[in-house]
Structures are given as C-alpha cells and as structure tokens.
C-alpha cells in the first residue's frame, strides 16, 4: 500500500472516526485506525463493535492495500505534522513509513483482516432530513438520556417516524425532553432507539448545513449516511416507556418568560445551591418570577419579570435539570405550565409544537 494525501484533510478523517475508538480497550485491533486505499479515495474507520465511523477522504494512491494504525498514536502523530503533504508506504510485514516534511516517523501496523465489518443495511425506506436539523435535535434532547444502566434501554433516544413527522424523545426519570422536527417527504413508520453517545457523537461530524443526509434502520443496526461519512450503530432493545401517557394534558397555571434571563437568574441562584443541595425555589407570581436558593454560607434572590395567568405557585427544582434545558433552547421566550408544586412543570415553545421538555419538582413545601 502506497499512497499521498494533504494533512489537513488526513486529520480531519482522523477526528471523524476515532470518536468510535473504545475508551477501555479490550481487543487490541479495536484500538487501532483501519486505513485503506480504494482508487483515488482514504478510507478510515474505527469500531468499538457498538458503534462503527467511516469517512473517505481524497489521496493519490499509487498501491493499494490496507493496514490497521494504533489509533491515538497516529492520531497525535499526524496533528503535530507539519502542514503539506503526508506519503505513506506500507510493505507486506505492515510496517509503515510515513514521510512528512522532514518528519520520517515508523508504526508497526496490525492485520486489516482482524478489523470488524460496517453492517449492511438495507436502503429501502430510508429518512431523508437535513443534517441542520437532525442536529439540533440531538442537541436539545440527547441531555436528558439516562446515565444510569439499571435501566438500558433510557441510556438512549426514541426516535419516532411517521408520515412526515419526525419525534426524538429521551428521559432519565428526573426530567423528559422531546423535539419534533417535519420531513420533507412523507416516510413509513417506524420507531427505534439509539445509544446517547452514538447521538453525541454524530451530533459532533454534523454540520449546520441544510444538506440532506440518510438514516436506514434493520432490525437491529441504524446507519447514518452523510455521503463522505457513515455512523452505524447497534439499537438498544426493549421496550421504551410509553411516554405520551406521562405528558400532562391540563394546566393551572401558565407563565411566558425571557430564556436567558431565566437562565441567568437560575444559574446564579445555583451558584449558592451548589454548595448545599443544588434546590432553587422558584414563585410564581403576577407578573414575575422569584428565584431563592440557600445554603450554609448564604442565600440568593432573583426577581425574573414574567407574564403569568391562573393560579400563583410556590415550586422547586434541582437546578441542573432547569439549566441543561434553557442552555439547550434557541427561542428568546418560553412559555411553562404548572399543575401543582408536586407535578411536572412543562416547558414549550410560545408558539408551535417543537418541543416540550418535562421537569420533575423536589418536594419541600410540606407535600
């Protein structure tokens, strides 16, 4: 295998796939770059068996061949190159030079045979979405995945198809996030969960064009297909919690608020909650909002002016499930529903149905 490719573009590749690389290492190829050279084309991939990454960059290839890379060294290697152009020659006992500017480094490559498939994937039915949007839903929902496997299937996202409406739901018990999102076209439906970190991770390669990108689905895999790169993940099996049963349908009290300034007087009450329980309280009222937290070494206060209807309310919350919501949210105003201080407060946008969060209250008013 011989072939030439410009840094720039090698690291670029290199940043894309090894997000795949596992972070304990137990099967030392799994550890490695795949690289490989297909006519005028790189083909890089890295596999934790759980979730694959594959890109193709541009390269000069004069012989082809391919060979497995330990990943963070060459990794590391290639980032402190020189800017220029990168030659490399693998010889048949895979030992592997690599030439750039004055730099002749060598890595002891590993066998590409040992190295696992992507899966194969039927394309019929696939998602059509624009990778802008698929991003930001991930963004705005993924938070709220749970971190705790006694429950696998909450480690991930629902993702609900039908017609040409596309849902991503995530809930860890303590709060609920959902976006939605239209298609351009109607699709058949389906429903499926992906792993959080495989969201995470493809919500890192995306970009925030409005370039279209695929998503096909088999009974157990789901492949991402960005044209230059592919993400293939397994599904989490079971059963997800029928969630539109939890989601409240009536309200008492409802209030519309700025979210950065809601934000910021969270943030700063929190700064006081942290050093005790992290709780805030929050009072509805009239025309405003206030924010109180204590603790040992003082007390905080935040007044937040909000448009308010129905019945006023004292409530309180943790105030890292308020906060990983509003850093999530690009409206400038929220609207949020109240029943009473021991039910959820709903979070929605002023108008439209893009999303709706659910945020479970502490109980410390005597409830």
């Known amino acids: 295998m011989r072939f030439s490719c410009e840094k720039k573009d090698l690291l670029t590749g290199i940043n894309i796939v090894q997000k795949a690389i596992p972070s304990r290492g137990t099967i030392p190829v799994l550890e490695g770059v795949f690289v490989e050279t297909i006519s005028d084309m790189l083909r890089l991939k890295c596999s934790d068996l759980a979730l694959s990454i594959e890109s193709h960059i541009p390269a000069l290839v004069e012989a082809e061949g391919s060979v497995v890379l330990p990943g963070r060294v060459f990794s590391e290697m290639v980032r402190r190159f020189p800017e220029g152009r990168v030659e490399v020659e693998c010889d048949s006992e895979r030992t592997v030079k690599i030439t750039c500017g004055h730099s002749r480094p060598t890595l002891q490559g ?10 194969v994937i039927p394309e019929a039915g696939a998602v059509e979405i624009s990778q802008c949007r698929l991003k930001n839903m991930i963004r705005q929902a993924v938070f709220s995945v749970a971190a705790d496997e006694s429950k696998p299937i909450l480690t991930g996202a629902l993702i609900e198809v039908e017609d040409d409406d596309i849902n991503m739901v995530a809930l860890d018990g303590y709060r609920l996030a959902l976006r939605r999102e239209k298609l351009h076209r109607k699709h058949n439906s389906n429903r499926f969960v992906v792993p959080g ?171």
């Open 110 to 119: 590993m066998s590409a045979s040992e190295f696992p498939h992507m899966p």
């Open 197 to 367: 970190r495989t969201l995470s991770e493809a919500a890192k390669i995306l970009s925030d064009e409005d370039s279209m990108i695929s998503i096909y689905t088999g009974s157990n895999q789901a492949l991402i297909d960005l044209g230059y790169t592919r993400i293939a993940t397994r599904l989490l099996e079971g059963d997800f919690i029928k969630y539109r049963q939890i989601l409240p349908q009536e309200h008492t009290t409802t209030a519309t608020v700025s979210t950065l300034e809601l934000l910021e007087g969270i943030e700063r009450a929190s700064l006081l909650a942290r050093e005790g329980n992290n709780l805030i309280k929050i009072s509805v009222q009239e025309n405003k909002f206030i924010i109180t937290s204590n603790s040992e070494i003082g007390t905080a206060y935040e007044e937040i002016e909000a448009k308010m209807e129905g019945k006023q309310l004292d409530i309180a919350f943790n105030a890292k499930y308020f906060v990983d919501v509003l850093r999530n949210l690009d409206d400038e105003q929220i609207m949020l529903n109240f029943n009473t201080n021991i039910s959820p407060c709903v979070v929605r946008p002023v108008e439209g149905e893009r999303f709706l969060y659910l945020i479970l209250p502490v109980r410390v008013f005597g409830a």
